[in-house]
């Protein structure tokens, strides 16, 4: 497209700008960054108005970063408040069509990238939020009038962040009290299959979107006004196990839209056939075998994890569309359906949260768990969760007693009978143990009895076979 500085394509969608060809970054996990979309009176638009408040890209110093914040206008005789946030999910969409600008995440997590080679073309801003808006007004006909300001100074972003929290937690209120079982349809997003090509997301009343951004009311909106669109309507079927939400239709979507890469979804199972897990999530939980628990921590946390690993490396290694049995990314509102992975103990199972988690979900963790959940505070590492599990009499201590006698009884059935005959020469490297404690029984029913306990026995090869007299 001539009449603007970079080339606009959804081939672009996916395209990585990496640290070393990166002229400026903005927001992320370094800084502020936040989207919103508001609708308003035709009246109120400046149709295709840019506004920059704070330093222009041109001001911007090369291999910085800075706070960011979009704040999208939008009117039309159809729209309404129910699609801000369906516009605003389709921001990651746009913004990736645009040749060397990579946009990530959603809400108050936004981290964008602006290339080298992008950032040599232009000196504003303004023309690549002339090209969002664009796009926008292509591709959702029943938005007639918009305009977007853009915020890289820090006090004003600071400012825009506090009122959109407000905004973002009266929309997720909506479906408090709606359950899955009172609706027949859930909805589905792909917006994330550019990053993760088998992720389907399955928005349902009590679970929102990974990304957080899309519930079972915006997801109903979007597939009214934009039925091709990357939200659409999922016939929930049949219900096969309502403990961990298992539902026929939902796993039929999940064979077609993932090409087979997996033919079922629990929404709310942890362990077994888990929700997939795209990249734009705002949390992820991980096992602890250690302590048979369930950490969480949210993206904004940048320490480490009592595992030893930050978000981001869990991210890493949870995303990219697949079911990965151990870690799970989710929307912070999950935390607050009833149902939060109902099937692996709900909130029984969770044994950590960063400080800033926990503070800011507090009201729907249960009272009598609000004290047993450690923090980066309280343990930094397994020892330190253990100890502090154990003094706070956490529900999952009762496990540990519970699995020591189970491994006890193992141990102790742990016999092996090898019958009464001489050994060929095991192979290189394994060594018998000691032969002098073995009671030798003679007679037909004849051997010799191991019992091995506590015992790691490694062996490459080893023959037993019958010694044959000589004739």
């Not at 504003?124 to 664009?134: L, T």
């Not at 004290?371 to 330190?384: L, N």
């Not at 189970?406 to 009978?417: G, L, S």
């Amino acid at each position: 497209m001539a009449e603007f500085p970079f080339e606009i394509s959804p081939m672009f969608e996916g395209e990585r700008v990496r640290k070393e060809g990166m002229f400026v970054e903005l927001g992320g996990p370094k800084s502020l960054g936040l989207e919103l979309v508001r609708a308003k009176e035709m009246d109120e638009i400046e149709d295709d108005k840019v506004t920059i408040v704070g330093p222009d890209l041109k001001d911007l110093e090369e291999g910085k970063t800075y706070p960011w914040a979009m704040i999208f206008n939008i009117g039309g005789e159809l729209v309404e408040p129910d699609l801000e946030s369906v516009v605003e999910r389709r921001v990651h969409d746009f913004i990736n069509y645009c040749q060397g600008i990579m946009h990530l995440n959603q809400r108050y997590d936004v981290w964008m990238r602006v290339s080298k080679d992008t950032a040599a073309k232009m000196d504003s801003f303004e023309p690549f939020g002339k090209a969002v808006m664009m796009l926008f007004k292509t591709e959702l006909p029943f938005i007639e009038k918009m305009q977007v300001t853009f915020y890289t100074d820090m006090a004003e972003v600071e400012k825009q962040m506090e009122a959109a929290k407000e905004i973002f937690k009266a929309r997720d209120a909506r479906t408090k009290d709606l359950r899955d079982e009172d609706v027949d349809v859930f909805y589905g997003c792909t917006l994330c299959q550019s990053f993760a090509p088998t992720n389907v997301c399955v928005v349902s009343p009590d679970r929102v979107s990974l990304c957080g951004a899309i519930n079972w009311f915006d997801g109903r909106a979007a597939a009214k006004v934009d039925p091709e669109g990357p939200q659409f309507a999922i016939d929930k079927g049949e219900l096969i196990d309502a403990n961990t939400g298992e539902y026929s239709g939902v796993n039929e979507i999940a064979k077609k839209l993932s090409s087979g890469e997996y033919d079922k979804i629990k929404l709310h199972s942890f362990f077994d056939a888990p929700h997939t897990s795209c990249g734009c999530f705002e949390v992820v939980g991980f096992y602890i075998p250690e302590v048979d628990g369930i950490g969480w921590v949210n993206r904004e946390y940048q320490g480490m994890a009592p595992n030893g690993l930050g978000f981001s490396t869990m991210a890493g290694q949870t995303g990219g569309g697949k079911q990965i049995v151990g870690f799970l990314g989710i929307g912070i509102n999950y935390f607050y359906s009833p149902k939060f992975i109902q099937s692996d103990g709900g909130w029984n199972r969770v044994v950590w949260l960063p400080a800033m988690l926990k503070e800011k979900i507090d009201e729907t963790i249960p009272e009598d768990l609000k004290d047993k959940i450690a923090t980066e505070k309280d343990a930094t590492d397994i020892e330190s969760l253990k100890v502090f599990l154990k003094e706070k009499n956490h529900p999952v201590v009762a496990n540990w007693a519970a699995a020591e006698e189970e491994e006890e009884e193992e141990e102790e059935e742990e016999e092996v009978a090898v019958a009464a005959a001489p050994m060929m020469m095991p192979a290189a490297g394994f060594q018998m143990p000691a032969m002098a404690a073995m009671p030798m029984v003679s007679g037909g029913a004849g051997g010799i009895k191991l019992t091995f306990k506590n015992a790691k026995i490694s062996i490459d090869r080893l023959i037993i076979s019958e010694k044959k007299e000589k004739k």
